[in-house]
């Protein structure tokens, strides 16, 4: 059951993008528009997150 | 007519999002499971965009939705092939 490491990181992207969309989702349902930042704020931060996590993972662990 | 539209693009997009999370859990390659990892920025993405689009209209939450979408879609591969390329990396 336990999975590589690289597997891990295809399922860290998965969740970024998919939190991305809930945070969309939510900011809509409750009329917050201003809290429409945050998710686009997230999906640039876990861009550069799995990035280095990918970069890392192929050259040191 | 609008709140249906908006009822259907917000389940489509849902729904493909479930569907790439099963194919994620099913799928026993990680290039297989990146294929998934990255059609969920896809489609589905764009369909819930596009619900905030139609609720909203061209007003800053509409547009930053759409935005949030289009910055998905052209970051993710960026990152598939970080992570593609390690995943090759580790295997050798």
């Known amino acids: 059951m336990r999975e590589s490491r690289v597997d891990a990181l295809v399922a860290l992207q998965t969740a970024g993008t998919i939190v991305t969309l809930v945070l969309v989702l939510l900011a809509e349902g409750y009329h917050r528009s201003s809290y429409m930042g945050l998710p686009l704020a ?5 861009f550069v ?7 890392f993972l192929g050259k040191h662990l | 007519m609008r709140d249906i539209a908006v009822g259907v693009l917000v389940g489509l997009g849902v729904a493909g999002e479930l569907l790439c999370c ?61 992570t593609a390329r390690a995943a090759r990396e580790r295997r050798r």
């Open chain 2, 22 to 82: 099963l194919g994620l859990v099913v799928m026993r390659d990680v290039y297989d499971r990146l294929h998934y990892a990255m059609a969920t920025t896809t489609v589905p993405a764009f369909l819930i965009g596009a619900a905030v689009v139609v609720e909203e209209g061209w007003t800053q939450p509409g547009i930053n939705a759409l935005v949030i979408a289009v910055a998905l879609f052209l970051l993710n591969p960026v990152t598939a092939v970080a």
């Open chain 1, 49 to 55: 997150g799995t990035l280095l996590v990918a970069r």
């Open chain 1, 42 to 46: 997230l999906v640039f931060m876990s």
